[in-house]
């Protein structure tokens, strides 16, 4: 009789000569190193085999092809619309990461040197204005019959040069100086909140606004930019669908929604992987600003092939269509999307 393994996987017993487990599938020996832990979670999350790149050259090439052919059934050639987007979206946000680290830095210098500016009048600017008033009233009174301005009038001129003539007062640097005051001796959130201008009638929202607007003025700015980069993942994810149903609206009987989302899925894997090339290319050479602009205009391109091929509509369909969905998904979604990122950042500053 042979001699037998048992699995730990499911704890089967089989024959010994076998690597793998004929019931489960995992290997019989246990060769657990930290590359094999690597590749296993890699090879699981994204999948990297031949379907990777069977799937790139299709979706850089050929625009909605690749869509075109996973609709139709042929979906185990190609990687999935999804596991393909969370790649290139990972990949891209990684790469991205290093131009926000470094324009986070340069924003919170900024911040820094303008909370260190003290505000300061121009006080010469009033007085040379008031020479100025103070010429017109006399040309006026000279001729008080033509220009028709009766004494009453002179008058509230005089009050207004008056008004000019002192040294206006205002300037937010009494209270400024009050909650710096404050944060040196270590006072507590209520009390840099009062001297703020909050009161308990508030409300809730306007309370966790005014705490985060302490919280951005303690730390100076630093880091604004860093929760902001944090929370655009997630809204380019929730931007998905609503492209997807702007395409539903233009296509309402070609396609069902799912179809859409398949579509949109590869698209914007599309963009995130021209993107990266982008930020790649910056790093090597300056890319002159005309040339980004000539690939910025080519997604309207690569948009109305990909209208074309994966719609089977006409050209002249696919190009009015395609803009048209551009045009309301750039002035409505994204700026409606950049809205809920900044109100989202603040709150969770």
């Known amino acids: 009789m042979s001699a037998t393994n048992q699995c730990k996987n499911c704890e089967k017993s089989f024959d010994q000569s076998f690597d793998y487990c004929p019931y489960c599938g995992q290997e019989s020996a246990d060769k657990l190193t930290f590359g094999v832990l690597f590749s296993i979670t890699i090879s699981n999350y994204f999948s990297i085999d031949a379907r990777f790149f069977r799937s790139f050259i299709p979706l850089m090439t050929k625009p909605g092809i690749l869509a075109r052919r996973f609709v139709d059934g042929k ?4 990687l999935h619309p999804a596991q393909f987007y969370l790649f290139i ?3 891209f946000f990684f790469a991205f990461s290093f131009s926000v680290r470094k324009a986070n830095d340069n924003l919170t210098q900024t911040f820094k040197k303008g909370f260190d500016k003290e505000v300061v009048l121009d006080s010469l600017q009033f007085k040379k204005d008031s020479i100025n008033l103070e010429k017109a009233k006399e040309v006026i009174k000279q001729n ?4 028709k301005i009766s004494e009453e009038d002179l008058n509230v001129i005089d009050s207004v040069i008056a008004a000019e003539q002192k040294t206006p ?7 400024r100086k009050e909650l710096d005051s404050l944060i040196k001796i270590g006072a507590s959130k209520e009390e840099k ?3 703020m201008g909050l009161t308990e009638d508030h409300s809730a929202i306007t309370k966790k606004f005014f705490g985060q607007i302490l919280k951005f003025y303690e730390q100076k700015g630093g880091g604004i930019l860093n929760t902001l980069y944090d929370t655009i993942p997630i809204t380019m994810f929730l931007m998905l669908p609503l492209f997807a149903f702007i395409l539903k609206i233009f296509y309402w009987r070609r396609c069902t929604f799912a179809h859409h989302m398949v579509f949109s899925f590869y698209f914007f894997t599309f963009l995130f992987t021209t993107f990266c090339i982008l930020i790649l290319a910056n790093a090597l050479i300056d890319i002159p600003n005309w040339l980004e602009v000539i690939i910025y205009l080519s997604f309207i391109i690569y948009l109305v092939i990909a209208f ?3 719609y089977r509509s006409s050209w002249l369909s696919a190009f009015v269509k395609a803009n048209l969905v551009s045009f309301i998904y750039m002035m409505f979604i994204v700026p409606i999307a950049f809205l809920g990122v900044m109100m989202v950042s603040i709150f969770l500053y």
Do not use: C, E, Q
């Open 75 to 78: 979906r185990l050639s190609y």
């Open 89 to 91: 979206s990972v990949v």
């Open 144 to 147: 008080p019959v033509l220009a």
């Open 169 to 175: 007062n205002v300037s937010f640097s009494f209270k």
């Open 193 to 195: 909140l009062k001297i």
């Open 308 to 310: 074309r091929n994966f």
